[in-house]
C-alpha cells in the first residue's frame, strides 16, 4: 500500500467551478501537508502548506486537513483555464528536523475548460 | 533572484553510458534535494545535502547512483551504467533552513531517457 493516495483523474471542469482534490495518507506520523501545482514540462511549485490539522486559506485557494480520518483536500474557487496543470499532495513527518523528506501522491491533472 | 537550475534539460544515452545530471540551487540555499519521477509513478526522495554533507540518502536506489556537493555549492547526480528502469525526470530543490514547513523551491527537472 502506497503511503500516500491520490486519484489521478483527469479532472475536467468548466470556468467558474469549484474544484475539489484528494489525498489520503496511512502515516499517522506525518505533520505538514502541501500541496503543489506543476505546469507541463515544469517543477513542482508549492501552493499552500498546513501544519496538523485545520484549514488554510490563501486567496481563491482553501486547505485542509484531517488527521483523525487521514485525508486531505485542495478547494479552488472561480477555477480559471490557468489553474490547468497537475496537483501534487506532498506530506512529511518532521519539524524542524534534518531533512524535510516529501512523500508525494501521484498528482491529479486538471483542465478547466473555457 | 535566479531559481533553481538543471542541466541538461533532455538527456537520450543508451544502456550502460554514464550520465551526469547537474544542479545549481538558489544562491544562499545550504540545502539540497535530489526527486526524481519514473514513469507512471510518484515523486519520490532521493537525498539531501546540507552544504557539502549527505544528511539522508536513504532514497537513493543503488550504487549504481552517486551524488556529490563538493563545496556546498552546486551538486551532481552521475548515473554509471545507467539501465533503462532508471528513464524518468529527475528534480532537484533547494531551501534556506532544515524541516518541514520551509519552503522548498524546485527545478525544472532534467528529463532522462535511457534506450
Known amino acids: 500500500q502506497k503511503e500516500v493516495e491520490q486519484d489521478p483523474g483527469p479532472l475536467s471542469v468548466p470556468e467558474g467551478a469549484i474544484v475539489s482534490l484528494n489525498c489520503t495518507y496511512s502515516n499517522s506520523a506525518f505533520q505538514y501537508f502541501m500541496w503543489y501545482r506543476q505546469y507541463s514540462r515544469k517543477g513542482p511549485e508549492l501552493l499552500m502548506y498546513t501544519y496538523s490539522s485545520g484549514n488554510k486559506e490563501d486567496g481563491r485557494f482553501t486547505a485542509q486537513v484531517d488527521k483523525s480520518s487521514k485525508y486531505i483536500s485542495l478547494f479552488i474557487r472561480d477555477s480559471q483555464p490557468s489553474d490547468s496543470a497537475t496537483y501534487l499532495c506532498?506530506?512529511?513527518?518532521?519539524?524542524?528536523?534534518?531533512?524535510?523528506?516529501?512523500?508525494f501522491g501521484t498528482g491529479t491533472l486538471l483542465a478547466v475548460q473555457p | 533572484e535566479a531559481g533553481v537550475t538543471q542541466f541538461p534539460s533532455h538527456s537520450v544515452i543508451e544502456k550502460g553510458q554514464t550520465v551526469t545530471l547537474r544542479c545549481d540551487p538558489i544562491?544562499?540555499?545550504?540545502?539540497l534535494y535530489w526527486y526524481r519521477r519514473v514513469m507512471g509513478k510518484e515523486i519520490k526522495f532521493l537525498l539531501h545535502f546540507v552544504k557539502e554533507s549527505k544528511q539522508d540518502e536513504s532514497g537513493m536506489p543503488n550504487n549504481r547512483f552517486l551524488a556529490e556537493r563538493t563545496g556546498g555549492t552546486y551538486s551532481t547526480l552521475k548515473v554509471q551504467p545507467a539501465e533503462l528502469e532508471d528513464s524518468g525526470v529527475y528534480f532537484c530543490?533547494?531551501?534556506?533552513?532544515?524541516?518541514?514547513?520551509?519552503?522548498?523551491?524546485f527545478g525544472e527537472g532534467s528529463w532522462l531517457t535511457v534506450v
Open positions: 506532498a506530506m512529511s513527518e518532521v519539524y524542524g528536523g534534518a531533512t524535510n523528506k516529501l512523500i
Open positions: 530543490a533547494s531551501g534556506r533552513g532544515s524541516g518541514s514547513g520551509n519552503t522548498i523551491y
Open positions: 544562491s544562499g540555499h545550504d540545502n
